[in-house]
């Protein structure tokens, strides 16, 4: 068989258990490895999202399909973006914006994967650093108040040249692909999924003329709090943030 896409890894949430879709998940996780072996692709499981944990498997694959909502495609796209492979998601809940197929069109795509009929997108994430601590963002990052009380002032950058401060509950830097998400809820602009952009949308800001922002891709940006702050990554992943910490 010669075709670009020969093993497949399969993602499933690793609390899949928790869930109340716990036994569809079960049942479509089997029917799933069945399909695929059943169609000529190799594949294996993987069951956390620990890119560490997991690297010679990503390594292995040559695409992935994500069982699940959302938020297991958001984990699995962070775990994997560093490779360049592609994720497609199969829709197993209620919330799949994200999905590329539902669960009971998966044989089709499956032999339009294997026959190269696949056309890919390619959507702009965000690389976030904290000290030595590297990350990926498919949707957004937050910087939010630890404090349920009071002002978070964040002093933002372009570069190292100074460009706003914001004061308010924190700030949303979000994705084309997060515009819809969190961005949305905040009154955030939408804009295309493949532009080259993102956005900042203050949250709660004390101001009468904050405002959201689109800027440019080519940018890099740095903020820094005058107290200690939550960073959080496509809601899932959160990491401390010390006051005056760049």
């Known amino acids: 068989m010669k075709d670009s896409h020969q093993t497949i890894g399969v993602f ?51 695409a992935f399909l994500c069982l699940g909502g959302d938020g297991t495609i958001l984990g699995a796209l962070r775990m994997t973006h560093s490779y360049n492979k592609p994720c497609f998601g199969v829709r197993i809940g209620n919330l799949g914006f994200l999905s590329t197929v539902e669960l009971n069109g998966l044989k089709d795509f499956l032999q339009d994967l294997k026959h190269n009929r696949i056309k890919l997108e390619e959507h702009l994430a965000l690389e976030g650093r904290i000290g030595k601590t590297s990350f990926y963002a498919i949707n957004e990052i937050v910087i939010a108040k630890k404090k349920a009380l009071g002002v978070l002032d964040i ?18 830097i979000a994705t084309p692909l997060g515009s819809t998400a969190y961005n949305l809820s905040a009154h955030g602009p939408i804009v295309h999924a493949l532009s080259q952009s993102y956005i900042l949308t203050p949250l709660c800001d004390f101001s009468l003329t904050q405002r959201p922002l689109v800027l440019g891709a080519e940018f890099c940006l740095n903020f820094c709090t005058h107290e ?19």
Request: net charge negative; glycine share 6%.
């Open 155 to 172: 002093k933002a950058y372009v570069g190292h040249t100074p460009f706003n401060t914001y004061k308010g509950d924190g700030l949303i």
């Open 12 to 62: 499933v949430r690793p609390t899949h258990y928790q869930n109340p879709l716990f036994e569809e998940l079960e049942r479509a996780k089997e029917w799933v490895l069945k399909l695929l072996e059943d169609e000529g692709f190799e594949s294996f499981m993987i069951d956390s999202l620990d890119g560490a944990k997991d690297a010679r498997l990503i390594e292995k694959a040559d």
């Open 228 to 246: 200690d702050a939550l960073v959080v990554i496509d809601g899932q992943a959160t990491y401390d943030l010390k006051a005056n910490q760049p």
